[in-house]
């Protein structure tokens, strides 16, 4: 695909929520009569909901684990060091006095903002902690693997999030895991009153990785590669009795607050992320402006567009202040593309030829424009443990990619 410098909207052929910036093109999406998209429905179910009697029922929950966990731990608490993670591991152990075990599975993309702020969480609340890392060949092999099946680099963290968690769950016999953010918060693909997906051992598969980890065997990933990325059996689950929960579904959840709030009372630190224009969303890793990218040409819209979203609902800005800053952003090649290409030895035209053959039908017909970056990504566009490395070898600046 050929970078564009054209200013021309041709995305306006689209529809979009008549109140936000979402297009029709969004997985999942459904309007109302008046035009108006789930994720507008749910914040305005968000404001008429007794998060009172939410907050009840959650106390109850964890009351009953703690009872149930005798000297084991009280819950699983996923985390990546992100900003919902990190509120999590506040509300769960300085409000409700928990004794979660913290578990990650590494996508081995680690910026060293979001590294700083898992081993901080990690310290500032005292907790112990498991993290699972798959091996940097494998993870470069499922990437270039990823974009044809899914059309993004990131099966392997879809699918390990959603995975690991429950072998731990499993083999430590904690059957309680808690997430954060609901799912009918700002996805769009449900509401507060039509959750449509609810947790199971599938859950993940279902809202992200799309593909079993046996669907992913090829001439050089084979089944014992994927192991790690397979769900304990139903059986399994159901022995343990394993369960999971959404803190969001039982307090009221607001991004903006809770980023200043762990911000203020914990150290934790925003950074430039490519694709966006705030600086916390997907923090702890350098390839979130590829991911994003991939959305865009696949679906006319990226990072930016979800943020303008929550920004109009808020009333911060207008609709139409969104899409013109949504668009200028969402088109920019990210930086860290390079690195993408360089570990799975794909050439810039395959890369825009694969995510073209995903289009979504509306799209088909759309030269979807690409723009130069503004500006480089001061963190550089390497994972953090590789840049370390490069450094006590006395290499050339780590930050470059060859």
């Not at 999942?28 to 305005?44: K, N, R, T, W």
């Not at 084991?72 to 506040?90: A, T, W």
Request: glycine content about 8%; hydrophobic content about 35%.
């Amino acid at each position: 695909m050929k970078i564009s410098s054209s200013s021309t909207n041709i995305l306006s052929r689209l529809q979009y929520c008549a109140r936000c910036c979402v297009p029709e093109t969004q997985e999942g999406i459904s309007f109302d009569a008046y035009g108006v998209c789930q994720a507008c429905q749910s914040s305005e179910q968000k404001m008429h909901i007794n998060w009172a009697e939410r907050e009840k029922e959650l106390r109850g929950i964890l009351d009953a684990a703690k009872e149930k966990a005798g000297n084991n731990y009280d819950c699983i608490v996923p985390i990546s060091g992100g900003k919902d993670s990190v509120f999590q591991l506040h509300v769960l152990v300085n409000v409700y006095g928990m004794k979660p075990l913290a578990v990650t599975f590494s996508h081995n993309w680690y910026s060293e903002v979001g590294w700083y702020n898992l081993q901080n969480a990690l310290q500032e609340f005292d907790v112990d902690h498991i993290m699972f890392t798959p091996n940097r060949g494998l993870v470069n092999r499922l990437a270039e693997r990823s974009l044809g099946m899914i059309g993004d680099a990131c099966w392997h963290c879809h699918s390990g999030i959603g995975a690991f968690p429950l072998q731990i769950a499993v083999k430590f016999n904690i059957p309680l895991l808690i997430w954060g953010e609901s799912i009918a918060e700002s996805s769009g693909r449900a509401s507060y009153k039509d959750p449509v997906h609810k947790f199971d051992r599938d859950y993940f598969t279902k809202v992200s990785a799309k593909r079993q980890p046996k669907e992913m065997v090829s001439s050089l990933i084979s089944e014992r590669d994927l192991h790690p990325f397979n769900v304990p059996s139903i059986e399994e689950i159901e022995r343990a009795g394993v369960y999971g929960i959404h803190l969001g579904d039982y307090i009221f959840w607001g991004e903006e607050r809770q980023t200043e709030f762990i911000r203020q009372e914990y150290g934790w630190k925003e950074t430039e992320i490519e694709g966006a224009y705030k600086g916390y969303k997907s923090a702890e890793c350098i390839m979130s402006g590829v991911h994003d990218f991939t959305c865009y040409l696949k679906r006319g819209y990226g990072r930016a567009t979800m943020q303008a979203c929550v920004d109009v609902r808020n009333g911060l800005m207008t609709r139409e202040e969104g899409l013109t800053l949504a668009r200028s952003i969402d088109s920019q090649r990210p930086g860290a593309l390079d690195y993408f290409l360089k570990i799975t030895n794909l050439s810039e035209a395959a890369f825009y030829e694969t995510i073209k053959q995903l289009k979504h039908l509306k799209l088909i017909d759309i030269d979807i424009p690409v723009h130069p970056k503004n500006q480089g990504n001061h963190q550089g566009n390497l994972p953090f443990f590789e840049q370390i490395i490069a450094k006590y070898r006395n290499q050339k600046d780590p930050r470059e990619i060859d």
